[in-house]
């Protein structure tokens, strides 16, 4: 008897549940109904915000990035205001940050150099017009040694990219190259000359031909400068020689304090 | 009164410096007021080294001078300065023939390759010879390696990177036992501090 009493309940409050889940299910068909009856299209306009952000959406579930102006340009360190830091640092013995400052101020004064370079190199070469937006000029802060000015020219289907860097160690490969009787000019397939020596505006050069990258030209500068000029689809080596010789060597060559 | 006599002058030899950084920066100053961009670049590498090497003196001042039963070769000391590639090299050695040996090199190359083997275990194990192994000085993380030199003796050194420097720590003829009781004599947090 019970048991049966049990039962009995357990069904009671079985149905209630049941009923109040259908009665729930009821009024959110009835609400949806009004609302399309307002809005008219309200169930398309959910499915398409749906459907947003679902693609704004990873797999994982984390959203992608849709908005952002990115980055603004800072201006390059306050040469006087670091160095006056540096003294301060240094008065109080601070020397950690004193020679922060100091680094701060190289900086500075590279990303000047490097600019007045670029300002410096011919707006067109050979009828290829340079193109500003790709201007660049890199500084580490292990001074000087790190130094890169990059800039290119484009028309059409051709290209030159002029990259100005002050890197001792890839200077000294070239210098290595003049300098060796082992780096004999070679020949790839005994007719084509692929690698050779040449000279740009009395500079000693090494220009070299890849059908893939075509033209590349290099300039050592002085003790640890380089010059390089890649030309893509560039006819003929005289073509090379003859952007290469649209820029300042010697100007740059004193910008950059080499001898 | 011997080390009376070092700690004097390397104050006299600090000042020397100071001195000498104040007036390369003062040419730094006129040299970028007046638009020469290569002066006031020379110059601040200039005042660069100088500070270099007074950090330098520094740390020396603070390595210890004894190092287990050796005295510091004060007069063999060396700090020196290398702007562009690396940093200061500073260098002590203490007992006859530099039984023991500290050098400190600032911008290491060898650091990045350093750190992969000490944070990640796995590598660390892969690259483990049975003859290195990663310990901790002073709660700084290290690497210890053991040199056999064919006459029975063994070396050992402890590889140390603080920020971008790299402390190599070297003892002749030694245990593991010894030279990491050796190497926690070095001031290391203080040494770190200055190099920061």
């Not at chain 1, 889940?21 to 309200?42: E, F, I, M, W």
């Not at chain 1, 290595?176 to 000359?193: I, L, R």
């Not at chain 2, 023991?100 to 650091?111: A, E, Q, R, T």
Request: aromatic share 6%.
């Amino acid at each position: 008897m019970c048991l049966l009493k049990k039962i009995t309940l357990l069904l009671f409050i079985g149905l209630m549940c049941f009923s109040f889940s259908s009665h729930a299910q009821l009024l959110k068909k009835l609400k949806d109904k009004v609302n399309n009856a307002v809005t008219g299209n309200s169930n398309s306009n959910q499915s398409q915000s749906t459907n947003t952000t679902t693609n704004n959406t990873t797999s994982s579930g984390s959203p992608t990035n849709t908005k952002g102006g990115g980055l603004t340009n800072t201006t390059p360190p306050d040469v006087n205001q670091q160095i006056a830091d540096a003294e301060k640092s240094q008065a109080s013995g601070d020397y950690s940050d004193a020679r922060y400052s100091i680094q701060q101020a190289l900086m500075g004064v590279e990303l000047q150099i490097g600019k007045q370079v670029l300002q410096s190199l011919p707006a067109t070469v050979s009828s290829l017009d340079k193109d500003t937006t790709q201007n660049k000029v890199m500084s580490t802060q292990w001074g000087w040694n790190n130094l890169t000015i990059q800039s290119v020219y484009k028309k059409a289907d051709q290209q030159l990219t002029v990259t100005i860097g002050n890197n001792a160690m890839y200077s000294g490969f070239v210098d290595m190259y003049f300098n060796n009787s082992m780096y004999m000019q070679t020949n790839s397939n005994g007719d084509n000359q692929n690698v050779k020596q040449t000279k740009v505006k009395s500079y000693k050069a090494i220009i070299t031909y890849d059908d893939s990258k075509g033209y590349t030209l290099l300039v050592p500068l002085g003790q640890s400068s380089l010059i390089v000029w890649e030309c893509i689809n560039f006819a003929t080596e005289q073509d090379v020689m003859n952007a290469a010789n649209a820029f300042d060597i010697d100007g740059i060559k004193k910008m950059l304090g080499e001898q | 009164m011997k080390y009376l006599i070092i700690l004097i002058s390397m104050f006299i030899t600090t000042a020397v410096l100071s001195q000498d950084f104040k007036t390369d920066i003062a040419t730094a100053k006129t040299s970028y007021a007046s638009g020469n961009l290569e002066d006031a670049h020379f110059a601040l590498q200039q005042a660069m080294q100088e500070i270099d090497i007074i950090i330098g003196k520094q740390v020396i001042s603070l390595l210890p001078a004894n190092m287990g039963n050796f005295s510091a070769n004060t007069k063999d000391d060396n700090v020196m300065s290398n702007v562009g590639f690396m940093g200061s090299t500073i260098h002590r050695t203490w007992g006859q023939n530099d039984s023991v040996d500290v050098s400190i090199i600032g911008n290491s190359p060898l650091i990045s390759t350093l750190n992969v083997f000490l944070n990640t275990p796995l590598l660390g194990g892969m690259m483990s010879n049975g003859n290195n192994k990663i310990i901790k000085v002073q709660g700084y993380k290290g690497q210890i390696t053991k040199s056999d030199e064919g006459n029975g003796e063994s070396n050992y050194t402890i590889q140390i990177p603080m920020g971008s420097s790299l402390l190599t720590f070297t003892a002749k003829n030694t245990t593991d036992t010894q030279i990491t009781t050796m190497a926690n004599t070095l001031p290391l947090q203080q040494i770190a501090k200055l190099l920061k």
